[in-house]
């Protein structure tokens, strides 16, 4: 499979756990992004990687988010002191990083704060 | 603030018809935008895009239309087929200069295809 991976599928957590999330992207795209998604409504935008360079975060991820993507390859996203308000369903995409620079969508990790 | 919205939340349709699902973006600034589509439990799939020195692009059973005078796009599936059942989603990108990140999307339109 050469499209967006994503691991695991589904993660369900108790409130206050530390929770983490694996984005695969396509190879040889350099760009990745994380997108938050909840029921009904469109992806938001988190963060996003150049490279290993994480150039912008938005106000949506707070300091108990974190994403790496130490080799420029994969990346994490991690969630400390989760909160019932975390649930949602977490995305990845990757882009080549020219023209057109089409973002392609992993298929999410659903996560569920108890 | 700037947004992308869209103005049926659902659109039934029989098999064979043909839909039209629309769009309004406010930030005349945007230079690129996206169609997706999103099946339950899966990620957002890619379907067509336009640039805005275009008004028209044409895919395989789709076409997207990009009216800037008024701010409006729609996606138009011809032939609709019971897998075109999905949320449909349109982005842009309110970023210029070929940088394409940070996709602003619109809450969705759930097309519902009848045998």
């Known amino acids: 499979d050469t499209g967006v991976s994503q691991n695991p599928r589904h993660k369900i957590t108790k409130r206050g756990q530390n929770v983490t999330f694996r984005c695969d992207p396509i190879?040889?795209?350099?760009?990745l992004y994380w997108y938050r998604q909840t029921l009904g409504q469109g992806p938001e935008f988190l963060t996003y990687?150049?490279?290993?360079?994480?150039?912008?975060k938005s106000r949506l991820l707070s300091d108990r988010f974190s994403a790496e993507r130490p080799k420029g390859s994969f990346s994490t996203l991690e969630i400390q002191r989760t909160e019932q308000g975390d649930s949602a369903m977490y995305l990845c995409?990757?882009?080549?990083?020219?023209?057109?620079?089409?973002?392609?969508f992993g298929p999410g990790t659903r996560l569920t704060v108890l | 603030g700037e947004s992308v919205g869209l103005h049926l939340p659902t659109l039934s349709v029989q098999e064979g018809d043909n839909s039209i699902i629309n769009c309004a973006y406010s930030?005349?600034?945007?230079?690129?935008f996206i169609w997706y589509k999103q099946e339950s439990g899966k990620g957002p799939q890619f379907i067509i895009d336009?640039?805005?020195?275009?008004d028209k692009r044409q895919g395989q059973r789709v076409t997207v239309l990009l009216n800037k005078t008024v701010k409006h796009l729609s996606l138009q599936i011809a032939a609709t087929q019971p897998g075109d059942s999905a949320v449909y989603f349109c982005?842009?990108?309110?970023?210029?200069?070929?940088?394409?990140?940070?996709?602003?999307f619109g809450k969705g339109t759930l097309l519902t295809v009848n045998p």
């Open positions: 336009i640039r805005s020195n275009m």
């Open positions: 982005a842009e990108n309110p970023n210029s200069g070929g940088s394409n990140y940070k996709l602003t």
């Open positions: 930030n005349s600034a945007s230079d690129y």
């Open positions: 990687f150049q490279n290993e360079a994480q150039l912008e």
């Open positions: 995409a990757s882009s080549p990083g020219h023209p057109p620079d089409t973002q392609y």
């Open positions: 190879s040889e795209h350099n760009r």
